[in-house]
């Protein structure tokens, strides 16, 4: 019960990755709040925690929208008393296979705005709470695709590659507060954006995407592996852990 008494906000929280975290974060005794786009699977996530005796709110969020930040980081407060960890799940995968010349201008800046911006905006609503948190803590979701790797989508690749650079200049800016930052970086995991690109590569070279899919599902990373690590990082047995880290 690492998270016993913590309060953790977790956009892109109803389903992949970040519904997995928050199954994670209940387990070890923390409070969850969730903010998604997609309400019927945030809500779904939210009402199974408290089912089986976890702390659990949800709030529909898009995080493009400051408003719809400031209101979710509110909500944790008003209904837990307090903020300790954001952790930024919520991501899009767009325009993957596209040439540079053939990616429109508006599926670059929309993935730009849901990954990046986005991130930035989940960060500015949560950090007076996560202040006034004995440690405060930032996790934030970029990609193996971006930092170490080519992604199959210009416009994802730099999303995840400005996550990148904005989880450093954080972190520097935060530590002197006391307040921790991780960059996490996942491979192949099996959730819904995943598969789906997977699926997405393997029409473009002709191949059966059925076929592609059942692979993909058989051979992707499992999203509790990653929460697992997240839980983690939130807790305060993660004090000494700085930096980035790739999982599979």
Request: proline share 3%.
């Amino acid at each position: 019960m690492r998270l016993r008494d913590r309060v953790v906000l977790i956009t892109g929280g109803g389903r992949g990755i970040g519904a997995a975290t928050a199954q994670a974060v209940a387990a070890e005794g923390g409070a969850v709040a969730i903010g998604d786009m997609l309400e019927a699977e945030g809500q779904a996530t939210a009402a199974a925690l408290c089912a089986t005796g976890g702390r659990a709110v949800f709030c529909r969020t898009d995080v493009t929208q400051e408003a719809d930040c400031v209101r979710l980081a509110a909500l944790a407060v008003e209904r837990f008393g307090r903020l300790d960890t954001l952790i930024c799940c919520a991501g899009i995968l767009q325009g993957a296979m596209l040439q540079a010349e053939t990616l429109d201008v508006a599926t670059f800046e929309r993935v730009l705005a849901v990954n990046l911006k986005g991130t930035f905006l989940a960060v500015r609503a949560a950090l007076p709470h996560l202040r006034r948190a004995e440690r405060g803590v930032v996790l934030l979701l970029a990609s193996e695709a971006g930092t170490k790797i080519p992604s199959s989508s210009l416009a994802y690749g730099a999303s995840k590659g400005g996550v990148h650079g904005f989880a450093m200049t954080l972190e520097a800016q935060l530590a002197p507060q006391g307040i921790r930052v991780n960059e996490i970086c996942p491979s192949s995991i099996a959730t819904p954006m995943r598969i789906e690109n997977l699926v997405d590569r393997a029409r473009a070279a002709g191949r059966d995407p059925e076929q592609a899919r059942a692979e993909a599902v058989r051979e992707a990373g499992d999203p509790l592996g990653v929460a697992r690590l997240l839980a983690f990082l939130a807790s305060p047995d993660a004090d000494y852990v700085r930096g980035t880290i790739y999982t599979r």
